[in-house]
């Protein structure tokens, strides 16, 4: 199956921008839409946006529209959260995930998951 190695994580001041990086590697033919999942302490895992492989349709949770935006590099296998006008509401463990669906906003919909990465922003 599709590996996913997340990078870019880490402490920033509100207001500022952060751009996440999920790296896949392996077999990537069984994945239609690679997805982006946040879950901050005490919270359930929320839906933060998708993109599709193949036509690049994108579409986000609502307390991210307008500031959060995912791109993908088809050639590179690698997927981006771009994060911008950061809040500290912000802050939780962001997690890159892989699915076999089109346009899936579900957690059960992703087959497999990035190892999580910790993005902080400070007031």
């Known amino acids: 199956q599709v590996q996913l190695v997340e990078s870019g994580g880490g402490l920033v001041q509100a207001g500022g921008s952060l751009r996440l990086s999920c790296a896949a590697s392996?077999?990537?033919?069984?994945?239609?839409?690679m997805g982006w999942f946040r879950q901050a302490p005490g919270k359930e895992r929320e839906f933060v946006g998708y993109?599709?492989?193949?036509?690049?349709?994108?579409d986000y949770g609502d307390s991210v529209k307008g500031r959060f935006a995912i791109s993908r590099d088809n050639v590179k296998n690698t997927v981006y959260l771009q994060m911008s006008s950061l809040k500290p509401e912000d802050t939780a463990v962001y997690y890159c995930?892989?699915?076999?669906?089109?346009?899936?906003?579900?957690?059960?919909?992703?087959?497999?998951w990035g190892q999580g990465t910790q993005v902080t922003v400070s007031s």
């Open positions: 995930a892989a699915s076999r669906l089109l346009y899936p906003r579900e957690r059960p919909s992703y087959d497999n």
């Open positions: 392996g077999r990537t033919f069984p994945t239609l839409t």
């Open positions: 993109i599709t492989w193949s036509g690049g349709r994108t």
